[in-house]
């Protein structure tokens, strides 16, 4: 019996080649859209899970109360994790992890002992960690032991990459290499271990690791001693003992900081919180910023599920409408079936075998699409997904099993739908498409062009907001300037050198250093407070440490008062300070000119400092515009030991002031690789995971318009066939190739704008919604809503034309000559 429905479902395919390769094709892309966006959700869920305590391990966070404007974070003080180990027995085992925050890239270099040149090259990903953290947290190590790699200072343990980087095909093992780090300082390391990368997702992306003891922030650590109020910068991990109840651990915190940390956060006038969070769930904790690695999003992946259901519906209304309207064809074979003893039950399992049959056919392309398409795909959203026949046999199974659940949601209503023609009537001639079911066909096209007019309007919502971002002016000048890493301490301290050779070149503007630069994060803040103040009355200012030009080459323009300058350097460098307009208001002041001259302090350690405004600069964006511009302060850095350096150039050809820096920078310091990056780019790197969701969206629109389209073709046809005659008949009469378009048009038409009606305002609520991201945003003004509308219009005119000329042009004699 199933091998007779077979050959039944199998001739219906051939005889129905069309509507049969429009049905294929659009259930197998709809079917391949799920598999990679279920891939990239996947992989988004399930960072952390192969780690063998992950179960076990929380990190642990802080939330300060009492300032107004600090978030949830994921840095602890030094002391905290070992504290809150020798208070509660709960917790088994504390790890801490400090991300090199000075610096977005460290310099290596490897003397060979045979002689020759010096190995010398930039790695990122570094951190400093604790010589428990390969203990807690697992790693695939292929030199060394992992319990001990990190027990002595100054020890490292680097990836194998790293490793064939600076010894080839030589075993690393205690091997000795100089590391120059802006936050840990230069300092000689012994390699201990050397992993190969795990492939699966981590937040924890680090290249290279070296032991927390042994510099900068060793010494940092040994003067903070037991504070627990400040020098919040430490990733803290804890292992607790199985079957611990972390809610209960966590009610406890409370009363730990008062006991320990109580006396201080008074004196600096806020309050803070611990909490714990899984870390299974550190990647898609929302409320957590700033984590080791910039975190997931749930919104997104609910957008991008979203679109992949839709994607898949489409599909599978395309297969509904078009089995419906083919209903007139198959209307004797049903009749016949009834008449000679079929069932309404053995119609229906042949129906909905012939729509299983042509989804699992779909279901094989997909397959094919889907490793095609996944080297692109990784390289829009970012990842490393695949999909390995022997390694995800579940997923498979899975994927499979959804495509015969889509045959069968397809195919559902058009079975039931032919099943129940009455024999009498469709072997008499009588059938006619109910007006249920050409009522129902034309909802179905409805909700297709809805789904599509939403993913419009995203896609053009978020190409206006991402035009926005880069074209917003950020109170600074962002073009033209290059950045340079000043790594070493012989490269920090060649800088005053540098800057003079490079200012006599007729190619550059002006040549400004600091510690930090707007686009990266600044790690360095004070809580200052007006004179006859307390520090509970304080407010946080995030802080820079910068030269005399560095305002000047970056263009931030004075509102009062004055910038720093050569001429008052001994008194700038003695406590003088240049706060922006929103430092000025948050501190209380009318106006900045009302600032220039006061005093401001702040206590650390039980001592307390003074500080007099000399300038207010206009508000610029130091960080991207997902954050409203927040209070910031400038000092001079005494001693000038800078981070970056940045040249402000003229117009000209950048390759040959490129090379003009570079010959400068080997002159003075021939021993460094020339590194540098653009301070426009580097800005717009804060926008990456809106422009990952941007080209999803905009190639998932684009392939739901198509599938959409193929449906409205289908349909068109089906339409311009059953009007065939009648079409003959009008021309006959007169009527031009334009009118009997129009004519055909014009149904189709009606549904597409009645779909734009229905669309736009749930557009506009998704999207005013997305937008709340951003502290600064675009408009969704009319203009978005006219645009959709004639892409929708246009799509659809280009779709039906094609039918529709085709029958306005041909020879009434022919669609007549029957009659």
């Not at 078009?322 to 209903?327: D, H, N, V």
């Not at 950020?474 to 540098?498: C, E, H, T």
């Amino acid at each position: 019996m199933f091998k007779n429905y077979f050959k039944i479902a199998w001739r219906n395919l051939m005889k129905n080649k069309i509507f049969s390769l429009i049905n294929i094709i659009g259930l197998s892309v709809g079917l391949t859209c799920c598999m990679l966006i279920t891939l990239y959700i996947l992989n988004e869920t399930s960072y952390d899970a192969y780690q063998k305590n992950a179960k076990n391990i929380y990190q642990l966070g802080t939330q300060f109360i009492g300032l107004g404007n600090f978030q949830k974070g994921p840095n602890t003080p030094a002391a905290m994790g070992e504290m809150m180990k020798q208070s509660f027995p709960q917790i088994k085992q504390t790890t801490r992890l400090v991300r090199l925050f000075s610096e977005d890239k460290t310099l290596l270099q490897y003397q060979p002992k045979t002689g020759g040149a010096i190995k010398s090259f930039y790695e990122t990903k570094g951190y400093l960690a604790d010589s428990t953290f390969f203990r807690m947290f697992t790693y695939n190590f292929v030199e060394g032991n992992p319990t001990t790699a990190l027990s002595n200072p100054n020890t490292i343990v680097i990836n194998d990459d790293i490793a064939k980087k600076l010894f080839g095909n030589e075993p690393a093992l205690n091997k000795v290499i100089h590391i120059s780090s802006s936050t840990n300082g230069d300092h000689d390391y012994l390699v201990t271990g050397v992993f190969k990368p795990i492939d699966k997702p981590s937040h924890i992306d680090g290249r290279f690791f070296m032991s927390m003891m042994g510099g900068s922030v060793a010494d940092f650590i040994k003067n903070a001693g037991a504070n627990l109020a400040n020098n919040n910068m430490y990733f803290t991990y804890l292992l607790v003992q199985r079957g611990t109840d972390a809610k209960k651990l966590q009610s406890k915190f409370p009363a730990f900081i008062e006991k320990y940390a109580g006396k201080d956060l008074k004196a600096n006038g806020f309050n803070k919180k611990q909490f714990l969070v899984p870390l299974t769930k550190i990647h898609l904790d929302e409320d957590v910023k700033s984590n080791v690695t910039q975190g997931g999003s749930k919104t997104y992946l609910y957008i991008l599920a979203s679109i992949a259901l839709f994607t898949l519906l489409i599909a599978c209304i395309n297969f509904m409408n078009l089995a419906t309207a083919q209903s007139a064809k198959r209307s004797s074979e049903v009749g016949v079936r009834k008449v000679l003893g079929a069932e309404k039950k053995s119609l229906i399992i042949q129906f909905l075998g012939e729509s299983v049959l042509m989804s699992l056919i779909a279901f094989a392309f997909a397959i094919i699409f889907t490793e095609l398409l996944l080297p692109a795909f990784n390289f829009v959203s970012s990842r490393n997904l695949s999909l390995s026949f022997s390694k995800d046999i579940l997923l498979l199974a899975a994927f499979l099993l959804l495509s015969i659940i889509t045959g069968l949601l397809a195919g559902s209503y058009p079975a039931f739908y032919l099943s129940s023609f009455k024999p009498a009537k469709v072997l008499k001639g009588k059938f006619s498409n109910s007006l249920a079911a050409v009522s129902l066909r034309k909802g179905l096209v409805i909700f297709q062009f809805v789904i599509s007019v939403i993913l419009i309007i995203a896609s053009v919502v978020i190409a206006k907001q991402m035009n926005y971002l880069r074209s917003a002016d950020l109170g600074f000048d962002k073009d033209r300037q290059v950045v340079i890493a000043l790594r070493s301490q012989n490269a920090k301290k060649i800088y005053p050198s540098l800057k003079n050779e490079l200012i006599k070149q007729s190619s550059v503007a002006d040549v400004g250093a600091s510690l930090y630069y707007p686009g990266i994060t600044n790690f360095s803040d004070n809580i200052f407070a007006t004179e006859g103040k307390s520090m509970q009355e304080g407010k946080d200012v995030e802080m820079n440490y910068i030269d005399t030009s560095y305002l000047h080459t970056l263009n931030i323009q004075p509102v009062a008062g004055r910038l720093f300058s050569n001429e008052f350097y001994a008194s700038d460098t003695s406590g003088n300070l240049i706060l922006n307009e929103t430092a000025v208001k948050q501190l209380g002041f009318a106006s900045p000119q009302q600032t220039i001259g006061k005093k401001l302090h702040f206590t650390f350690n039980d001592s307390t400092y003074y500080f007099s405004v000399i300038g207010v600069v206009k508000d610029f964006h130091f960080e991207d515009l997902h954050v409203a511009i927040k209070p910031y302060g400038f000092q001079l850095l005494t001693p000038p030991l800078f981070n970056y350096m940045i040249v402000h150039t003229k117009q000209g050809n950048i390759n040959s002031i490129l090379q003009t820096i570079q010959n400068t920078w080997h002159n003075l310091n021939a021993t460094e690789p020339f590194s540098y990056s653009f301070l426009d780019e580097d800005f717009q790197k804060n926008y990456d995971a809106e422009n990952r969701l941007s080209a999803i969206v905009r190639d998932f629109t684009i392939v739901a318009i198509l599938i959409s389209c193929l449906g409205l073709f289908g349909l068109a046809t089906f339409s311009t066939e059953q009007r065939i005659k009648e079409i003959g008949v009008r021309k006959v009469l007169g009527a031009s190739v334009t009118s009997i378009v129009a004519l055909l048009s014009k149904d189709f038409l009606k549904l597409v704008i009645v779909a734009v009606v229905i669309a736009s305002p749930i557009a506009w609520l998704v999207m005013n919604k997305w937008l709340q991201n951003f502290a600064y945003k675009t408009n969704i003004s009319w203009v978005v809503f006219a645009i959709t509308t004639l892409i929708a219009l246009l799509i659809a005119v280009i779709t039906i034309s094609f039918q529709a000329i085709k029958a306005a042009v041909a020879n009434p004699v022919k669609n007549l000559r029957t009659e």
